[in-house]
């Protein structure tokens, strides 16, 4: 088994493992956080990813790619539906943020979880080298660094959050607390997205495990393990470059011509999760409609919400809701030929979402709860032409960076509307004011700025760092 410096270690693989007419294997740009933020950070680096093709049964081989090793753990049918659909998505997810949808506990699951976690930890340690760095992601693999730790206790272990990290008036529903917290402290350095997650984590490992705790670090074992909030990120300049291409603002011209030269484009881009308020922007549309404060053939809404965990019932009860409302609205409010609502499923490729995320007036970021949400960034980081304007909800972990945002708290549907409106309606100059200043902050805190603060804490010697990415 050949080894590595760095092993990525996250329950989705990059890539699936469908191969190509031609034979060839590419990434798959999954539609979801982790992969978008992780796969160009990766590109061309001594690195091997550890993690799930999306199937069940035994595991596919998968060629590198970009020179990164696809390492693949398999899952059974029961691991599928009792560990990623089960404790994974349907315990931790909706506990994680803020119990939008009611958390289900079952002892089954939590077997499960270990089981898995297990398998995730045997592979890491197989192919990571001696002294070797380890960077664990996210809820599907919290006790992957305690189990990595007694495996190999020559490595350095990192452990990062995508999701937000519960207050613990959540968190102490958890029937197995304490060895969830004891499985993170197997790392060394704990990143969250904000500050408030480091300290409820804080909180939590002083009053359940009873250790020395702050927001900035623990002791266990005699060890000290670092605690802070590392905001993720997006390769900016990579994005920057996409929507600056001729075709794509070319594309982008077409798409406004296709969809009847609106004055004002709305869009949304989410996966179709509870958590993504998709609910509540519909209804705070629709009303604008119904008041003719908004009119279709002046304004137009384009919501792509590509499926997600679609055998969670969560999920497909969400589904079904989301598509009866468009269907009402267009109903509605729709005439021939020119939809209230351009309702998308299918993901789009890289150069389609950047010239959408170009023709979009407002882009309508309103999640309930949002570990970071990477799509508000890369609208910002694509709108090379400094126009647009981020409608962003006040519980998207990327609010605390994007302050020139239209921020709104998407539970008040009174709010919601309202700055909506204000969306649609404001000068281009305070619109240009407030992308510049955004985009100014996403090119200066990219992917690259993420990995390297997380790194410098992580790999104390520095060399791994500097080859991943160079200092500026
Ligand atoms: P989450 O991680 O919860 O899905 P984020 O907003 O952080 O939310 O990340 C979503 C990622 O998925 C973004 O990089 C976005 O570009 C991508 N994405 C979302 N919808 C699509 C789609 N229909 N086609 C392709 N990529 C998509
Ligand atoms: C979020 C999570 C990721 C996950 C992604 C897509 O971004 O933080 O860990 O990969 O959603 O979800 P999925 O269930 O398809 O992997």
Not at 5 to 24: K, T
Not at 56 to 62: K, Q
Not at 76 to 84: I, L, P
Not at 90 to 107: C, G, I
């Amino acid at each position: 088994m050949r080894q590595s410096p760095l092993v990525v270690v996250a329950n989705r693989l990059p890539i699936d493992d469908s191969v190509a007419p031609d034979g060839a294997c590419e990434w798959r740009r999954s539609p979801g956080g982790l992969v978008s933020a992780l796969h160009p950070l990766l590109r061309h680096t001594p690195a091997t990813w550890v993690g799930w093709a999306g199937g069940t049964g035994p595991a596919p081989h998968l060629p590198d790619v970009d020179g990164v090793r696809m390492h693949t753990v398999p899952l059974s049918a029961d691991d599928f539906r009792d560990h990623y659909e089960g404790f994974a998505n349907a315990t931790l997810w909706p506990l994680y943020h803020d119990a939008v949808e009611q958390p289900e506990y079952h002892r089954r699951w939590w077997d499960a979880y270990q089981r898995v976690n297990q398998r995730f930890a045997e592979a890491a340690a197989e192919v990571a080298e001696p002294d070797g760095l380890v960077w664990v992601q996210d809820y599907h693999l919290q006790l992957v660094p305690g189990l990595l730790r007694r495996l190999r206790p020559d490595l350095r272990i990192g452990f990062f959050l995508h999701v937000p990290f519960p207050p613990p008036e959540l968190f102490m529903q958890l029937p197995r607390r304490a060895e969830l917290l004891r499985g993170m402290l197997g790392a060394d350095v704990i990143g969250f997205q904000r500050a408030q997650a480091a300290h409820n984590f804080a909180q939590l490992v002083a009053k359940v495990l009873e250790l020395p705790a702050t927001d900035r670090q623990v002791t266990v074992d005699d060890r000290v393990v670092r605690v802070g909030a590392f905001p993720v990120s997006i390769d900016a300049a990579e994005m920057a470059a996409l929507a600056a291409r001729p075709e794509v603002a070319d594309r982008a011209r077409r798409l406004r011509q296709d969809l009847g030269e609106p004055e004002k484009v709305i869009l949304s881009v989410d996966r179709m999760d509870y958590t993504k308020g998709i609910e509540q922007r519909l209804k705070a549309y629709r009303e604008l409609l119904a008041s003719g404060d908004v009119k279709v053939r002046d304004t137009v809404l384009i919501q792509v919400a590509v499926p997600s965990r679609q055998r969670v019932a969560q999920y497909q009860i969400l589904r079904d809701r989301v598509e009866h409302q468009v269907g009402r609205i267009n109903g509605e409010f729709g005439r021939v030929g020119e939809p209230a609502i351009h309702y998308f499923t299918q993901p789009f490729d890289r150069a389609e979402l950047t010239a959408l995320y170009r023709v979009a007036d407002v882009m309508a970021v309103t999640p309930l709860r949002d570990g970071m949400n990477l799509v508000a960034k890369e609208y910002v980081a694509a709108r090379v032409d400094d126009a647009g304007a981020l409608l962003l909800s006040e519980f998207a972990g990327a609010a605390a960076e994007l302050e020139q945002a239209y921020l709104v708290n998407p539970h008040d549907l009174e709010g919601l509307k309202r700055e909506l409106l204000a969306a649609l309606r404001a000068t281009p100059e305070d619109v240009t004011t407030r992308m510049r200043a955004m985009r100014e902050q996403v090119r200066r805190h990219d992917i690259h700025a993420w990995a390297r603060s997380y790194l410098t804490v992580l790999d104390t010697g520095g060399a791994l760092r500097d080859r991943l990415v160079p200092a500026d």
